[in-house]
């Protein structure tokens, strides 16, 4: 099931443009398991080739996508309320122990959390729901969403611009025509280039993490 969801994605952006990556990537910031490291990489090995696209577009694409999907869940999640995301959260992905490990993330490292919280797994989509339950200030959660991912949407769309540096004319032209099998060996090539990237990108926040710790342990 899950090839054919990435070859359906990749058809969006082959056909869509950047509306297929604003509203993958607005999925990816809420509850639907689309991985920005499949939509963002893809495009600008396509724009890189021709056509409607840009890099410089794909960034702002991905980043505007990122921001709707977040404002959405925010919004939604300060509506229902937290008793209400805790019991049904389980059925979009949402379990109870992930929510709490959301919010505990965010109680911990507050601002600092949602910007940095846009560059790691799993806490990218759920971190709009304790902001939204806390009822953070929406400019605030805003432009920390919009800063955050601006950042990652560059990262990914570098790591595209390399990957697609690697790839042969015959293999662009089957991306471009779809072809299953040579979606496949793309999403490959950029798991294996992306391993440095996300390693740099959990060191940076590691960084900042341990430095929060600092700061709290300082002012006990």
Known sequence: MFPTLIETWFNWVLDWGYLGVIILMAMESSIF????????PPAVILASQGGNMSFTGIVIAGTIGSWIGSAITYWVALA???PVVMRYGRYFLMPPAKVESAERFMHR???GGVFFARMLPVLRYLISIPAGIIRMDFLKFSNLTIAGALIWCWVLAALGD???????PEQIAALKAG????ISSLIQAVKSEAL????????VCALY????????AKKA
Not at 209 to 216: E, H, T, Y
């Open 162 to 168: 390399k990957v697609g540096k690697t790839l042969s």
């Open 109 to 111: 490292y507050e601002a």
């Open 209 to 216: 993490f341990v430095a929060m710790r600092l700061i709290s």
């Open 196 to 203: 440095w990237i996300m390693v740099a990108v959990g060191v």
């Open 33 to 40: 398991p689309v991985p920005g490291e499949l939509v963002i």
């Open 80 to 82: 229902i309320g937290r």
């Open 179 to 182: 072809k299953g099998v040579e």
